[in-house]
């Protein structure tokens, strides 16, 4: 299922800073507009699926036309400048996102002990799920 949430955009001078309002001001940034538009990818892609793995409410996106980027960047700093700055639409299927992403396996080749490995097999202990399991709580995250 596709998101779409708006973003404004605000030209520097070393590239392109990124907002989106609607999610408290999410941010990132860019070296130019293509490169900017890629994190804001990113970014809306990584808050979203976060918020729904850890089952927290998210915000519906805002109209475009409700969206005033220059009102954005003064709440943010009424003291800054505000030059060139647009409103766009970021768009991401998270499910897809994540699956190339955020839930991508990668191949591990570890060493055991062959008596553990015989005990382990002979028990038909899944390695995968064993190893994730201990470096989670290792990581302190499970």
């Known amino acids: 299922m596709l998101s779409m949430y708006p973003a404004c955009f605000y030209k520097e001078d070393d590239g392109y800073s990124v907002i989106f309002p609607d999610l408290n001001y999410l941010a990132t940034q860019g070296d130019s507009f293509e490169d900017a538009m890629e994190?804001?990818?990113?970014?809306?892609?990584?808050?979203?699926?976060?918020?729904?793995?850890?089952?927290?409410?998210?915000?519906?996106?805002?109209s475009l036309v409700n969206i005033d980027p220059v009102a954005v960047a003064k709440e943010l700093d009424p003291d800054l400048p505000v030059g060139e700055a647009i409103v766009n639409l970021v768009s991401v299927d998270?499910?897809?996102?994540?699956?190339?992403?955020?839930?991508?396996?990668v191949k591990k080749t570890l060493s055991i002990p062959a008596w553990l490995n015989e005990a382990a097999v002979a028990q038909g202990v899944n390695f995968?799920?064993?190893?994730?399991?201990?470096?989670?709580?290792q990581l302190h995250m499970a």
């Open 128 to 137: 995968s799920q064993v190893l994730q399991r201990a470096l989670k709580e």
């Open 94 to 105: 998270v499910a897809e996102y994540a699956k190339k992403h955020f839930e991508k396996s």
């Open 39 to 62: 994190m804001a990818v990113e970014c809306l892609a990584s808050y979203l699926y976060i918020a729904q793995r850890d089952g927290e409410d998210v915000p519906a996106p805002s």
